[in-house]
């Protein structure tokens, strides 16, 4: 196990064991555009992590996990100080594992495994004892987890890169988008629902939920979120808030 500090340069590919394990607390951390030729668990215990794949952005807040599989893209940005556990696993444990990026929830089992994992040494033996048990019972739990909606895909519309340029920035309005990219509301809706599957306000009310829990996970209160999100009032962006999700705020964060 590496407990990774801010500055250091770590590659779980330069490593022949079949798992690999770090503990990390990091702030306003950036990863940089990078793949692994390994599978990869990253677990955020506390914070809250955005990945920007090649069409798509995910959110990774609090007692959620991503499964990122060997040889996707992917860039991890983390705000303020992120509590994470990480752990990369050889192709051949991956066969049975989901082919795409997800973000599932973390069961007490699944948290409870993988803190020994990510204590274990790089050298570690995974072929006997209680690794190779806490392995196997670390990979059920991936194949089995509920997924969750933190994914937003992202359009490829070249006339549609400013939007994308700053993704902490609230998209604008319809009408304000047709102005900025000199296109009809009814070509933007086209793009969107080719693209992304969604109208543009669909996608838009979309960001602003993931926005809002990536704000909430970081501290900011409720009146900083309603009003970074344009809503014109705290009752608004609760109301919002548990229309997309099911539940208020401060629930969400309990």
């Given at each position: ?14 490593f ?5 394990g ?6 306003d ?22 990945i ?8 990774l807040?609090?007692s959620r996990?991503?499964?990122i599989?060997a040889?996707v893209s ?10 994470y556990?990480s752990?990369?696993l ?5 066969r ?7 973000v599932?929830?973390?069961?007490p ?7 020994p994992?990510?204590?274990a040494?790089?050298?570690?033996d ?29 359009p490829?519309?070249k ?19 047709e102005?900025?990219i000199?296109?009809?509301?009814r070509?933007?809706?086209?793009i969107?629902q ?8 669909q996608w838009?009310?979309?960001w602003r ?8 996970a970081?501290?900011r209160?409720?009146?900083y ?9 705290d ?14 705020p401060s629930?969400?964060?309990?």
């Open positions: 196990m590496a407990w990774l500090d801010a500055h250091a340069t770590f590659n779980p590919d330069h022949s064991a079949p798992v690999i770090i503990a990390s607390t990091l702030g951390h950036d990863s940089g555009l990078h793949c692994h030729q390994r599978g990869q668990l990253l677990y955020t215990r506390q914070g809250c992590t955005r920007t794949l090649a069409q798509q952005l995910c959110l807040p609090p996990a991503a499964w599989p040889g992917h860039r991890a940005v983390m705000q303020q100080s992120v509590d556990r752990i990369w050889l192709p051949e444990l991956c049975e594992l989901p082919q795409q990026v997800c599932i929830e973390v069961s089992l699944l948290r409870a495994v993988l803190e994992m990510a204590q040494e790089f050298a570690s995974w072929h006997q004892g209680k690794l190779f048990h806490l392995l196997g019972l670390c990979l059920s739990e991936i194949r089995e987890a509920a997924q969750q909606p933190m994914l937003l895909p992202l490829r519309d006339r549609l890169a400013s939007l994308l340029s700053a993704p902490e920035q609230l998209p604008p309005q319809l009408h304000v988008l102005q900025q000199g296109a009809s509301s070509t933007i809706g086209r969107f080719r693209e992304t599957g969604m109208s543009y306000q838009r009310q979309q939920l993931m926005r809002a829990m990536e704000l909430l970081t501290g209160s409720i009146s979120c309603g009003y970074a999100l344009g809503f014109a009032s009752s608004a962006f609760i109301a919002f808030f548990k229309a997309m999700s099911g539940t208020t629930h969400w964060l309990r």
